[in-house]
């Protein structure tokens, strides 16, 4: 898939279904004057959109929440964005509770014992706070990515963190995305070519059998659990 970004005027109208190319312009131009910034865990899509963004070459803020549980193969994803996007700002807003401190304050192995409180310490709340210093939130959800995210409009009003959140690739497939990483050569987490489809904590992120890297699920997450989100996007906690 060509990706032909296209900066909009103000004027145009954009709606939900705009080209991705135009929303991505558009809102880089629309919001020029606002604080606005991306948010990422390293997923597919995140890097397939950073790296859309990042075709405008303009500056861009890109915030990623580093839990301390990340897989090393996912800091030596971070370490090749940082590279070949030199004009995005890579800002690490995670928490500054170590994993010996949280043992200490809440007990060894909280993401067996207490996984919701583990995320809201970890992901939940430094988002929080990140999201205060922001206006407009961009985002690399997907609508088939779950239930929860079906009804997920382009743009939108988040009343879970109040601010405007655009999610350009909305209604776009993970086999587009798969698509779009190879076409473009935009590094991605080799864990994808290890049968993780998504990759988030050490702890809480296991491999889904015969899963390549085109293929979405959420299965090898909290697999012991009865847990599919983080709660970071309005799905509870
Ligand atoms: S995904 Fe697991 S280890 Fe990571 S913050 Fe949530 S419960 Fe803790």
Not at 198 to 203: D, L, P
């Amino acid at each position: 898939m060509e990706l032909n970004v296209v900066s909009k005027t103000s004027g145009d109208r954009i709606h939900e279904d705009s080209p991705t190319p135009d929303l991505i312009g558009w809102t880089m131009d629309h919001f020029k004057n606002q604080r606005l910034a991306m948010t990422t865990s390293f997923g597919m899509e995140g890097c397939a959109l950073i790296d859309m963004f990042a075709s405008l070459g303009k500056p861009f803020t890109v915030v990623y929440l580093d839990t301390m549980f990340f897989f090393p193969e996912t800091y030596t994803l971070r370490d090749e964005m940082v590279t070949r996007y030199p004009h995005v700002e890579f800002v690490n807003r995670g928490t500054s509770l170590t994993p010996e401190e949280q043992a200490k304050q809440h007990g060894e192995e909280l993401w067996k014992t207490n996984p919701d409180l583990c995320c809201k310490l970890r992901k939940v709340e430094p988002m929080h706070q990140t999201l205060l210093e922001i206006d407009v939130w961009v985002t690399a959800l997907r609508r088939s990515q779950s239930i929860t995210r079906a009804n997920l409009r382009v743009i939108e009003w988040d009343w879970q963190y109040q601010l405007l959140k655009v999610s350009p690739l909305a209604k776009w497939e993970r086999s587009e995305i798969w698509s779009y990483i190879q076409e473009h050569k935009v590094p991605y987490n080799k864990l994808h070519e290890e049968g993780y489809p998504t990759v988030g904590c050490t702890h809480c992120t296991t491999p889904v059998e015969g899963s390549k890297p085109g293929d979405y699920s959420r299965s090898g997450r909290w697999k012991e659990l009865n847990k599919t989100e983080c709660g970071l996007h309005g799905d509870g906690i």
